[in-house]
């Protein structure tokens, strides 16, 4: 039989450092606990600072000197404590406005960009209103020819040589002869 060391002390690790990973979250409204030399001292960061700076004043009128140094130095972690959870509140909330400042001027830019495509649409499938009619701009225009351009309407064909037809029958050729015009 082997032995196998307890996984209960690993388990106590795991949930220990998952724990102290996790501190940065809500920091300014945790309650924390704190072993102070008065003892035990409950609260928000801001009540345990108010508390100590109380205790480090009536030290110093008791004219107890140590203790109200003690007391001070405790308020001062706290305060440390705070100042960060602060600074990093701030920082997350420039961080947000940044991003929606962002995601607002994309959003317009889409929008923008939607119109212009509305716009141009609407351009392009733009038709005479009821009443109106369509009048030409009267200018000259080229007789047919002189400036005229080849496209393949107007192309010639070039068909190659001409081959000649297979035997026809006697009806065909009559048939054909009969369809040419004549001359005269």
Do not use: C, W
């Not at 409204?29 to 928000?44: H, I, K, L, Q, W």
């Not at 205790?55 to 706290?78: G, I």
């Amino acid at each position: 039989m082997s032995m196998r060391p307890s996984n209960k002390s690993r388990s106590r690790n795991k949930n220990s450092n998952r724990r102290s990973s996790n501190t940065s979250g809500n920091v300014v409204n945790r309650v924390f606990d704190s072993a102070g030399p008065e003892g035990r001292v409950r609260g928000t960061p801001q009540q345990i600072i108010e508390k100590y700076s109380g205790l480090a004043h009536d030290a110093l009128m008791a004219d107890d000197r140590v203790a109200a140094e003690s007391f001070q130095q405790h308020a001062e972690h706290y305060s440390r404590i705070l100042q960060v959870a602060q600074r990093q509140i701030a920082e997350r909330q420039a961080e947000q406005q940044a991003q929606q400042a962002e995601r607002q001027a994309e959003q317009q830019a889409r929008q923008a960009q939607q119109q212009r495509q509305k716009e141009q649409a609407k351009a392009e499938n733009q038709q005479p209103e009821v009443g109106e009619s369509f009048t030409p701009v009267e200018s000259e225009q080229p007789e047919i020819g002189e400036h005229m351009v080849a496209t393949p309407e107007n192309k010639p064909r070039n068909r190659g040589p001409r081959r000649k037809p297979a035997k026809e029958s006697s009806n065909e050729v009559n048939q054909a002869a009969e369809d040419q015009p004549q001359p005269g």
